[in-house]
């Protein structure tokens, strides 16, 4: 076994207890700037796995097949690499709110759920799949309720705790049934049996059971309960990784358990991935109309997107999976902006309520711009990330209508429509919120750290970068998603 | 009688079962938490038994990962509870309405 292949992992997890060791060493006033040099680490990882002579980009398999290297591993790793980076600015911007001196453990924790993310990118068996959920998941306990004096806080993540706790028991029973009839606890051998074990009851309930373990994760319906509290009680910072790197990793794993693991089951259950999909777009949309607190709203639009995301997963073929990575990388950019102007504007309010954004226009242009053009990317409109990301994702469901004449995925793409079309409505009362409320009582500017600055610069750029030259990361998305079908 | 695998399975189904009521029905944070463990030792006895009568040792293997990531889980699980009861001075599932539509 060639132990530098996991050489991604080693270093993370190094940094995350210098993250924490730091914490012993450092002044409490201080503590704020260890998350730059967390940045500058995690920047330096990020080249490295661009770089031609990182052991890491190696493709190849360790600890007896359980660990995989491949193009949707590596992939995934940049993209929780970078998704990281974004998170600790804002936390670092965010830190006032912490109590004192308790950021650099913040950090660390990050960190931590980093490495299970990036574990779970490379997961290739039941064992790692579960082992790198629960390091997210119980990381994302901690990360949820870390402000304690905040009642929302403690509240969201006793609500995270429980229903993790719940979807976990469900997946670990599917996992067993799923061993117990098949014996096979590695994804590529089990592709190889489970052809002959498609009419077994127990064994279809198992992958069932998983699927529920998983459709937690992405906040799929009907398993999305959560979503919307934890989204509104955790620290801002928080918020935004869940929205992003605990949805991916979810993703990545329901990309390979479905098409690497069983892929034989998942060809015969496009339907219920249709009406999955298509449900969780509508319930999605239609709940985050009312909202008027900025983050559940957002939780709800979480779920919307998770629903869109679906829809790559239900088109059952390689383009769809190659849309859903495009489109999470171009969501990445789109939700952290919008939780960096949140983390910004609002820490120093008690409510998270959309009025709170009045008069952003004025405060501060930069920061009105990246919300607008976060909120404008959500909603789909050219030519930026999420509009390419739609397009690419329906467009994968009208081929997979046309290879199997199936009627269901013409319905699926009309409703994924109206769900567009639902979503302006709630994308552009924030808008306007920002740029025409009528009385702001606030209209003191907002001074922005030089950190910030870049941060906001940086997801503009890439919003921008991916609508508008979607080529080479496409390229990168078809590379990856062809290691899926192996 | 003989004791077969199927016996093992009905018994772990049963668990399982007993605990998703108990997660459902209860009211107690502390007493949902105990259900929720029941769940998963009901998965633990699935996969042992499976172990056991397949001759495959995976599964165990698989139960001491499970065990082990459980704990961590209970340490989690527990000090949030406890931090909340601070807060609130109940463990009931009622007083978690701070957030609603």
């Given at each position: 076994m060639n132990?530098?292949?996991?050489?991604?992992?080693i270093s993370v997890i190094g940094l995350g207890l210098v993250l924490m060791l730091a914490d012993l060493f450092m002044p409490a006033e201080r503590r704020k700037f260890v998350g730059y040099a967390g940045i500058a680490a995690l920047g330096a990882m990020l080249l490295f796995s661009f770089a031609d002579v990182g052991t890491c980009s190696i493709a190849g398999t360790a600890f007896n097949g359980s660990f995989i290297n491949d193009g949707i591993s590596l992939f995934f790793k940049r993209f929780f690499i970078l998704a990281a980076i974004l998170v600790l600015f804002i936390a670092a911007e965010f830190s006032d709110r912490f109590a004192v001196g308790s950021v650099?453990?913040?950090y660390s924790l990050v960190v931590f759920a980093l490495a299970g993310m990036l574990f779970a990118a490379s997961a290739n068996d039941f064992v790692m799949l579960f082992v790198s959920i629960e390091l997210i998941t119980i990381t994302f306990y901690v990360l949820?309720?870390?402000?304690?004096?905040?009642?929302?806080?403690?509240?969201?993540g006793v609500k995270y705790l429980i229903l993790g706790a719940l979807s976990s028991s469900f997946m670990i029973f599917g996992i067993a049934l799923i061993w117990g009839t098949t014996g096979e606890l590695n994804f590529t051998k089990l592709a190889a049996v489970a052809p002959q074990f498609e009419t077994s009851k127990i064994f279809l309930l198992g992958v069932l059971l998983v699927l529920v373990g998983l459709g937690f994760k992405i906040a799929a319906f009907p398993?999305?309960?959560?979503?919307?509290?934890?989204?509104?009680?955790?620290?801002?910072?928080?918020?935004?990784?869940?929205?992003?790197?605990?949805k991916a990793a979810g993703f990545v794993l329901l990309l390979r358990f479905l098409f690497t693991a069983v892929p034989s089951v998942t060809m015969h259950w496009g339907k219920l991935l249709i009406i999955l999909s298509g449900i969780t777009i509508l319930y999605g949309n239609l709940c985050a109309l009312p909202q008027r607190n900025i983050k559940r709203l957002l939780g709800y639009s979480s779920i919307a997107h998770a629903g869109y995301l679906l829809l790559g997963v239900a088109?059952?073929?390689?383009?769809?999976?190659?849309?859903?990575?495009?489109?999470?990388?171009?969501?990445?950019?789109?939700?952290?902006?919008a939780f960096l102007v949140i983390a910004l504007v609002l820490r120093h309010l008690d409510t998270d309520d959309i009025s709170g954004l009045a008069g952003l226009g004025q405060r501060s242009p930069l920061l009105a711009a990246t919300m607008t053009i976060s909120m404008v990317s959500l909603a789909g409109i050219p030519p930026l990330a999420g509009f390419f990301?739609?397009?690419?994702?329906?467009?994968?469901?009208?081929?997979?209508?046309?290879?199997t004449g199936n009627q269901g995925y013409y319905c699926l793409v009309f409703t994924a429509l109206a769900g567009v079309v639902m979503s302006l409505y709630y994308y552009f009362g924030v808008v306007r919120m920002i740029y025409w409320s009528k009385e702001p009582s606030d209209m003191s500017p907002i001074a922005l750290s030089p950190a910030a600055k870049l941060t906001a610069w940086i997801c503009i750029m890439g919003i921008f970068w991916l609508g508008l030259f979607p080529n080479s990361v496409l390229v990168l998305a078809g590379e990856a998603a062809k290691a899926l079908g192996k | 009688m003989h004791i077969g695998l199927q016996h093992y399975l009905a018994v772990s189904m049963l668990l399982f079962c007993l605990g998703l009521l108990g997660v459902i029905l209860r009211r107690n944070l502390l007493v949902i938490y105990m259900s929720l463990e029941l769940m998963l030792n009901a998965a633990n006895l699935a996969l042992v038994s499976f172990s056991r009568f397949n001759n495959k040792l995976d599964g165990q293997v698989l139960v001491f990962f499970i065990i082990t990531v459980a704990a961590a889980e209970v340490a989690v699980g527990l000090a949030l509870i406890v931090a909340l009861y601070r807060k609130r001075q109940s463990a009931h599932v009622e007083d978690l309405t701070s957030m609603k539509l």
């Open positions: 132990m530098s292949l996991i050489g991604l992992e650099a453990e913040y949820v309720s870390f402000q304690r004096s905040k009642l929302a806080s403690l509240e969201a398993f999305q309960i959560w979503a919307p509290d934890v989204y509104q009680g955790a620290p801002t910072p928080t918020t935004a990784f869940l929205a992003i790197g605990s088109a059952l073929n390689a383009a769809g999976q190659t849309a859903i990575l495009y489109y999470l990388a171009g969501y990445l950019f789109t939700v952290l902006a990301g739609k397009f690419l994702l329906l467009k994968s469901v009208v081929e997979a209508a046309q290879a | -």
